[in-house]
């Protein structure tokens, strides 16, 4: 199970970080010209979100040698709610009372998953 939470963390983690970095890499490419490619492979933002991606990819494939699939699976959608949260209180992006409300019934299916399995 920790392995499992650890891969999703760290895959919602690298995600914001690619996002905060690509935002600063578009921006810059947008004032200084030049190619946005160059700059996100230059942005640090973006190179550790491609590490912590990574490293949330080996945990995953070690996840599911270990996990059923249609356990592990549905701890994904753990990882939008993270995204979620991290997007509205980090970025400071808007979201709406249809995305909690979304996210809130995607945690409820999660419960639903987990609670039938342990049966």
């Known amino acids: 199970m920790a392995?499992?939470?650890f891969a999703v963390f760290s895959s919602a983690a690298g995600q914001i970080m690619l996002k905060h970095g690509m935002a600063a890499a578009?921006?810059?490419?947008?004032?200084?010209g030049g190619s946005l490619a160059v700059r996100a492979a230059t942005t640090p933002w973006v190179v550790l979100g491609l590490l912590v991606f990574a490293i949330s990819a080996v945990a995953w494939m070690t996840t599911l040698a270990r996990v059923p699939l249609s356990i592990a699976y549905p701890f994904n959608a753990l990882g939008y709610l993270l995204i979620v949260l991290a997007g509205s209180t980090l970025l400071h992006e808007r979201t709406s009372?249809?995305?909690w409300?979304?996210?809130?019934?995607?945690?409820?299916?999660?419960?639903?998953?987990?609670l039938g399995q342990r049966n």
Not at 26 to 31: D, L, M, Q, S, V
Not at 101 to 114: E, K, P, Q, R
């Open 3 to 5: 392995l499992l939470l």
């Open 26 to 32: 578009a921006t810059t490419a947008g004032k200084a």
């Open 97 to 99: 009372v249809w995305t």
């Open 101 to 114: 409300a979304g996210s809130l019934l995607v945690v409820a299916g999660l419960v639903t998953v987990f």
